[in-house]
Nanobody
């Protein structure tokens, strides 16, 4: 079993910054992709940014130029630096680990979510 533990959410003013962290622990052999999704009230969960084990990133258009995703493969940790925050960034942010192998003898790929962390941006 793999656990994702998020930290760093909270309250920020518009134009401010926050940094989210997500550490994966447990039976981990390989994690291909780690990233962040968010869900605002009344909306579906949507991609914010993801990064694969090779460092290739993908961002939602709404956060390009403001958010930066990074990853420490040795620590199985992913970070999201959020700058120039806007009220529309307010949401619960979920960490995601995709295409996870939990052992060399298990050929299956697994998918995990964190519990979510609230980010609130005031105008």
């Amino acid at each position: 079993q793999v656990q994702l533990v998020e930290s760093g959410g909270g309250l920020a003013q518009a134009g401010g910054s926050l940094r989210l962290s997500c550490a994966a622990s447990g039976s981990i052999f390989i994690i291909d992709t780690m990233g962040w999704y968010r869900q605002a009230p009344g909306k579906q969960r949507a991609l914010v940014a993801v990064v694969n084990s090779g460092g290739i990133t993908n961002y939602a258009d709404s956060v390009k130029g403001r958010f930066t995703i990074s990853r420490d493969n040795a620590k199985n940790t992913v970070y999201l630096q959020m700058n120039n925050l806007k009220p529309e960034d307010t949401a619960v942010y979920y960490c995601n680990a995709d295409n996870v192998r939990i052992g060399v003898r298990d050929p299956m790929f697994y998918h995990y979510w964190g519990q979510g962390t609230q980010v609130t941006v005031s105008s």
